[in-house]
């Protein structure tokens, strides 16, 4: 069952391999080693979720004069920062993952992540806050390109889909677990304490996923590219051994093995000249997909707090409480819709998910406007928008993630991630500015903005989106190293846009 074996041609780059490592991982059936995966890399999306919603359910206590005395504008903007911080170190760490591999950064990015969030806790004022929050920021962005591309390259093609949107939305269990912290720290003691003590929550958890993620190998995918053949077929190996003890035997895989170039590292001119002549659309697929979730997700999020302090009379100290079920309808949606994008697929399901959010988002603004719902009504019109929106934005990561070769899947996921959140970066900071205003139309301008971005992007996938469903990553993607196509593309083309 060799995995790679050496042809004996030398190109001007390295030795070509002919390989069936990648169906030999799809193949596989699920077993306890891919739970462990689930739990080693996908709670960084717990993580995440709990940080960000720390940060949002205190938003309104750390404008308390015991606190940070912030101004609402201030609280609004600590968000940014976070997301400056994101966007930075996706792009820094995202080129790293794809250099010297995906299991290195992801313990350093998660290091850089427990650092600053424990400085955190001991903030003084807005700047020393707010340059925390850039750079515990700059660690997560990192985890988004470590993570997904592990998580992609290590989990069957049968199951991708269903695996990586129900890993996205477990951000909103995080979500969910930070509202009640918030809520028990901020009324059970003192609030200049008690904010404090949540970002050491954070820390603690961090610490734990620290742990468990020694136990996870490197990407076979990665370190078969990378001129590390023969260390690829000893972890595959490892990995079908693991399997077979709760599986049994493994039949062999059945397509035929492809021929890859190893190279130590590709250059940037090379990897940017190949996506732009062979992946066009798919660049502004993943543009338009990653810039409507961001925004929608990053404008309301962090200052959905302030719009129930602020409007609806809604307690400081309880406002964090009316993110739970906003949480469970978001943790629900990449769950229940998740199984459809393997199923149905990719197009029907991102097009349809995106849409849907943006027309519930104009119906509920127009609701707002009108003094329609109360802060409890309104949560529910969330909690049923992000239902179909925590789906999509799931599905956006998954489409960066897959749609483009090895050796450039990270540094496309820190690209895509970047722009996409750069342009919605100053969002926070602009909703906090139309709250500020005490007008209800202001703030429906925002809400109109968001729902005409994610829209957009919905209309964009009907166009372009690739049916990607229980397809291997070679076939939809073939390596920039590969010297011949898998025996199936003639079926399913690598260049699919």
């Known amino acids: ?42 709670i960084t999306w717990i993580l995440d979720g709990f940080e960000v919603t720390l940060v949002g359910s205190i938003a309104s206590a750390l404008t308390d004069k015991h606190t940070l005395a912030l101004t609402t504008h201030q609280a609004s903007s600590a968000g940014t ?14 080129y790293l993952t794809d250099r010297v591999g995906r299991k290195k950064l992801f313990m350093v990015t998660l290091g850089v992540y427990l650092l600053f969030t424990v400085a955190t806790a001991f903030s003084w004022n807005f700047a020393s806050f707010a340059a925390f929050r850039v750079l515990a920021g700059s660690g997560i962005g990192g985890e988004y390109a470590a993570i997904n591309s592990a998580i992609d390259e290590l989990i069957p093609a ?53 742990a468990i993620r020694r136990f996870i190998p490197e990407s076979p995918r990665w370190l078969l590219t990378h001129g590390r053949a023969d260390e690829a077929e000893q972890v595959v190996r490892e990995i079908e051994a693991e399997v077979e003890k709760t599986a049994g035997p493994l039949p062999e895989p059945e397509d035929a093995p492809i021929e890859v170039e190893q190279r130590e590292h590709i250059g940037f001119v090379s990897i940017a000249k190949y996506v732009v002549k062979e992946y066009p659309a798919r660049g502004v697929l993943g543009l338009s997909l990653m ?94 928008i992000f239902f179909f929106a925590s789906a999509g934005a799931s599905a956006a990561y998954l489409t960066v993630s897959e749609l483009f070769p090895m050796e450039v899947r990270a540094m496309a996921i820190a690209l895509f991630y ?18 500020a205003t005490k007008s209800r139309t202001n703030v429906d301008y925002g809400y109109l903005l968001g729902a005409a971005l994610i829209v957009g992007a919905g209309l964009v996938a009907v166009f372009l989106a690739v049916n990607a469903e229980r397809r291997s990553l070679e076939d939809i993607a073939r390596p920039l190293t590969a010297r011949q196509r898998p025996a199936d593309t003639a079926a399913a083309p690598a260049r699919a846009r």
């Open 81 to 94: 920062f976070y997301l400056a911080g994101a966007v930075a170190g996706a792009l820094f760490f995202g």
């Open 291 to 384: 810039t409507g979730q961001a925004f929608l997700y990053n404008a309301i999020f962090f200052t959905y707090t302030l719009v129930l302090t602020d409007f609806m009379g809604v307690s400081k100290t309880k406002a964090g409480l009316f993110l739970i079920p906003f949480a469970v309808g978001n943790f629900f949606g990449p769950l229940v819709l998740g199984p459809l994008f393997d199923s149905i697929g990719r197009k029907a399901m991102i097009s349809f998910t995106y849409i849907t959010s943006g027309v519930l988002l104009i119906i509920t603004g127009q609701l707002f406007v009108h003094h329609v719902v109360s802060a409890t009504t309104m949560t529910i019109c969330w909690s049923v």
């Open 158 to 210: 049968r199951v991708r889909g269903r695996v990586a949107l129900a890993i996205n939305g477990s951000w909103w269990v995080g979500a969910a677990g930070s509202a009640l912290a918030s809520y028990a720290l901020l009324n059970w003691m003192s609030a200049s304490i008690g904010w404090r003590l949540g970002f050491g929550v954070g820390a603690t958890l961090a610490l734990c996923i620290l």
């Open 1 to 42: 069952m060799s995995a790679a074996t050496a042809t004996g041609e030398l190109g001007a780059t390295g030795r070509a391999v002919k390989t069936n490592i990648p169906k030999r991982l799809d193949r596989l059936p699920w077993s306890r080693w891919h739970w462990l995966v689930v739990i080693g890399l996908g």
């Open 418 to 435: 970047s722009v996409g959140t750069g342009f919605a970066i100053l969002s926070p900071t602009l909703f906090g500015a139309l709250i």
